[in-house]
């Protein structure tokens, strides 16, 4: 029971652990609670099978078969509440359902049980002291940011909003191992995410994004696609408050950090729960590390592609080579749909740039479809790489370790095979000075993690193939 519970915590502490991500947490946390179901379905046809014969009384005698049975019920709507259209389709009422009937068939568990109500208790006091956790740290964060939570919330595009948290940040650091253990306060690993909750949108949803900033930041930047339920609220409600600051100019009765700088930035009191960590395996460790983001699938690929080559560079001031590769081979891969699209991380690209023009990491950008932004005569970033409207074609000299360049393909959509063959075929294996260990991440919606999964492992077993190691951060739910 406790592990079943533990399964499904936000916080980092399974993840510290197990090693095993969120995502995989609760996957476990659905197979425990099938497998549950079909015990305890099993237990009731057996006891049902006995009660319906001639010699019992067909009536449960003892209030302890009633809460059994409530309990069965609520459990049977748990399961069947869980299954992936409702998930996809009608969220919200998912998680009502869930919290709901939890409640109840936990109680009506315990009330029925007579010989593991402490695993029951033992199992609920963990989900809730990571849920009471996760709220107080949201709530010290509100109370210490500077700007009393209120966040900046901006339409970059026709569905995406960009929302900017400021956050007291703390010195302390994120990887000592008892805040392996905890939420992170005041500062968080590179690929984190929080739950993001915006009262006034809606009073008690929280919702997944991955952190598109480092702490150094000073501010949780989160890139926001508008989907159909919560998003898309947001989406609308920071549109219309943006168009009447525009019609009517900004509110000048409201404290100083409520008021927008700009009227295209809307002010919005947000808190969030977490940030929650990924887990994987030290980048810095590999010989070579390979990126791939499917749009927003950004957030995640480049806070942790900057943070492995700002630690590289840590390590090379230090001339500290202990556990890692004297030169490591790393390269993003991103597909978007215009151009301008990169433009939302604008700071992240402008804190790379320093590395793209030294070499130590190139970016691809693949195009899907053609935007204003490849008639622009100048690199946006200062990027010193071809220009903008120069179109690259992916059997060009883009693979080459040593090209210091930012390229954009155009209407070729990203090839994830051709690239992969293309980037192991780059590092020489197995020549003596050749690269040994690749780590593939992967970040995007739908089933892109899934695509670059399946073509990572077509190389797991082959000849002359470098180890590989596979890491995604999937959207999904
Ligand atoms: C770890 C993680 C990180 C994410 N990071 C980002 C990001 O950086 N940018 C981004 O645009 N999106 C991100 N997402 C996806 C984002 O959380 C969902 O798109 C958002 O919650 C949809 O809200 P909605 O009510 O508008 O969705 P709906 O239109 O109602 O549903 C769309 C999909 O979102 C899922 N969903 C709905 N509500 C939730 C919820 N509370 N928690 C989890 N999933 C939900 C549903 O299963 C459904 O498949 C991330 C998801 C996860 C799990």
């Given at each position: 029971?406790?592990?079943?519970?533990?399964?499904?915590?936000?916080?980092?502490?399974?993840?510290?652990?197990?090693?095993?991500?969120?995502?995989?947490?609760?996957?476990?946390?659905?197979?425990?609670?099938?497998?549950?179901?079909?015990?305890?379905?099993?237990?009731?046809?057996?006891?049902?099978?006995?009660?319906?014969?001639?010699?019992?009384?067909?009536?449960?005698?003892?209030?302890?078969?009633?809460?059994?049975?409530?309990?069965?019920?609520?459990?049977?709507?748990?399961?069947?509440?869980?299954?992936?259209?409702?998930?996809?389709?009608?969220?919200?009422?998912?998680?009502?359902?869930?919290?709901?009937?939890?409640?109840?068939?936990?109680?009506?568990?315990?009330?029925?049980?007579?010989?593991?109500?402490?695993?029951?208790?033992?199992?609920?006091?963990?989900?809730?002291?990571?849920?009471?956790?996760?709220?107080?740290?949201?709530?010290?964060?509100?109370?210490?940011?500077?700007?009393?939570?209120?966040?900046?919330?901006?339409?970059?595009?026709d569905d995406t909003i960009r929302a900017t948290v400021p956050v007291k940040i703390s010195k302390t650091n994120p990887n000592n191992w008892y805040r392996l253990l905890l939420f992170k306060y005041g500062t968080w690993l590179a690929g984190s995410h929080v739950y993001l909750n915006v009262?006034?949108?809606?009073?008690?949803?929280?919702?997944?994004?991955?952190?598109?900033?480092?702490?150094?930041?000073?501010?949780?930047?989160?890139?926001?696609?508008?989907?159909?339920?919560?998003?898309?609220?947001?989406?609308?409600?920071?549109?219309?408050?943006?168009?009447?600051?525009?019609?009517?100019?900004?509110?000048?009765?409201?404290?100083?950090?409520?008021?927008?700088?700009?009227?295209?930035?809307?002010?919005?009191?947000?808190?969030?729960?977490?940030?929650?960590?990924?887990?994987?395996?030290?980048?810095?460790?590999?010989?070579?590390?390979?990126?791939?983001?499917?749009?927003?699938?950004?957030?995640?690929?480049?806070?942790?592609?900057?943070?492995?080559?700002?630690?590289?560079?840590?390590?090379?001031?230090?001339?500290?080579?202990?556990?890692?590769?004297?030169?490591?081979?790393?390269?993003?891969?991103?597909?978007?749909?215009k151009a301008s699209d990169v433009l939302w991380y604008n700071d992240l690209i402008t804190k790379l740039t320093p590395f793209i023009n030294s070499g130590k990491v190139s970016i691809t950008v693949f195009v899907e479809e053609d935007d204003e932004m490849k008639t622009i005569e100048h690199?946006?970033?200062?990027?010193?790489?071809?220009?903008?409207?120069?179109?690259?074609?992916?059997?060009?000299?883009?693979?080459?370790?040593?090209?210091?360049?930012?390229?954009?393909?155009?209407?070729?959509?990203?090839?994830?095979?051709?690239?992969?063959?293309?980037?192991?075929?780059?590092?020489?294996f197995p020549e003596q000075e050749s690269y040994r260990s690749l780590a593939v991440l992967s970040c995007g919606y739908g089933s892109f993690g899934e695509e670059v999964e399946y073509e990572t492992s077509k190389y797991r077993w082959g000849k002359d193939v470098p180890n590989i190691y596979?890491?995604?951060?999937?959207?999904?739910?």
């Open positions: 029971m406790p592990a079943f519970f533990l399964a499904a915590t936000k916080g980092d502490f399974i993840t510290a652990l197990t090693g095993l991500t969120y995502e995989r947490a609760v996957f476990f946390h659905t197979w425990l609670a099938i497998l549950s179901f079909s015990l305890v379905t099993a237990h009731v046809g057996i006891v049902g099978f006995y009660w319906a014969r001639p010699s019992y009384d067909i009536i449960p005698k003892y209030p302890k078969y009633v809460y059994g049975i409530i309990g069965y019920v609520c459990f049977f709507c748990l399961v069947f509440g869980n299954i992936a259209i409702i998930r996809r389709y009608a969220f919200d009422f998912f998680m009502l359902n869930h919290r709901v009937h939890s409640f109840i068939m936990l109680l009506m568990a315990f009330l029925h049980n007579d010989k593991a109500k402490a695993m029951i208790i033992v199992g609920i006091h963990l989900l809730v002291l990571d849920k009471v956790l996760g709220r107080v740290y949201g709530i010290l964060h509100s109370k210490k940011s500077p700007t009393k939570g209120f966040s900046e919330f901006e339409l970059v595009d009262k006034k949108v809606d009073f008690f949803q929280h919702h997944p994004f991955v952190i598109a900033s480092l702490p150094s930041s000073g501010n949780i930047t989160l890139i926001i696609k508008k989907r159909n339920g919560f998003t898309k609220k947001l989406f609308e409600k920071v549109k219309a408050i943006r168009d009447e600051q525009l019609a009517n100019g900004i509110n000048e009765d409201v404290a100083e950090h409520q008021k927008p700088s700009d009227p295209n930035i809307v002010k919005l009191k947000a808190s969030f729960r977490g940030p929650s960590s990924p887990k994987y395996q030290p980048l810095i460790t590999f010989d070579s590390v390979a990126f791939f983001a499917h749009d927003t699938g950004a957030s995640f690929v480049l806070p942790v592609c900057l943070d492995l080559l700002q630690t590289i560079e840590k390590r090379e001031v230090l001339k500290d080579y202990l556990g890692r590769p004297a030169h490591s081979y790393i390269k993003v891969y991103w597909s978007v749909k690199n946006p970033f200062g990027v010193d790489s071809k220009k903008i409207s120069e179109v690259v074609s992916v059997e060009s000299d883009s693979f080459s370790v040593s090209n210091p360049t930012m390229k954009y393909v155009y209407e070729e959509p990203m090839n994830v095979s051709k690239i992969l063959q293309t980037h192991i075929a780059s590092m020489n596979f890491y995604n951060e999937s959207y999904n739910t």
